[in-house]
Antibody
């Protein structure tokens, strides 16, 4: 079955960077997109961007342009999301999710809590 | 960016009730709407895609309808496991955007 297993929780200081990993299994990694979505404590869902695992092309939400980089390693079926210059407002659970051409965001990882605090 | 506005923001209901949640898009998005539910501390799960198609394994008490700007999620007979927060999301263009969520609580 489709599984997306994310890396563990992180605590970072303001100005630092964080890299979250998402290992996929149960499907052909290069056949599906990967989205990244975050959720601040007690808040709703915020889309960050998408990467095409095949060619690695990316599209980011304007809010994160210049601070986020999404990459993928097809040899390990793993996606990565790096966010730099962290601030307290970046404290959130970060999710990876498999993307389908028609079903769009369909399967989600378990989430990774990133806490930014001095 | 396309704004997705859900209503109500929260509701109280009993097991067995029929529940309807609406979502309005700030522009026409054809039928490009997904619905998710999220239980506390868990990741969201896809319920419906393409406005009305049930995702695999989702119980038939869930249904979706609408096109253009107005969409509806209906739960025909609320079960205990359905008490959660529900989100709509547009897949019409980038950036993807979500509604603010509707929390369904036990009356």
């Amino acid at each position: 079955q489709v599984q997306l297993v994310q890396s563990g929780a992180e605590v970072k200081k303001p100005g630092a960077s964080v890299k979250v990993s998402c290992k996929a299994s149960g499907y052909t990694f290069t056949s599906y997109y990967m989205h990244w979505v975050r959720q601040a404590p007690g808040q709703g869902l915020e889309w960050m961007g998408i990467i095409s695992p095949g060619g690695g092309s990316t599209r980011y939400a304007q809010k994160f342009q210049g601070r986020v980089t999404m990459t993928r390693d097809t040899s390990t079926s793993t996606g990565h999301m790096e966010l730099i210059n962290l601030r307290s407002e970046d404290t959130a659970v970060y999710y990876c999710a498999r993307g389908h051409d028609y079903r769009d965001i369909e399967y989600w990882g378990q989430g990774t809590l990133v806490t930014v605090s001095s | 960016d396309i704004q997705m506005t859900q209503s109500p923001s929260s509701l109280s209901a009993s097991v067995g009730d029929r529940v309807t949640i609406t979502c309005r898009a700030s522009q026409s998005i054809s039928g490009y709407v997904n619905w998710y539910h999220q239980q506390p501390g868990k990741a969201p799960k896809l319920l419906i895609y393409g406005a009305s198609t049930l995702h695999g394994g989702v119980p038939s008490r869930f249904s979706g309808s609408g096109s253009g700007t107005d969409f509806t999620l209906t739960i025909s007979s609320l079960q205990f496991e359905d008490f959660a927060t529900y989100y709509c999301q547009q897949s019409y263009n980038f950036p993807r955007t979500f509604g603010q969520g509707t929390k369904v609580e036990i009356k």
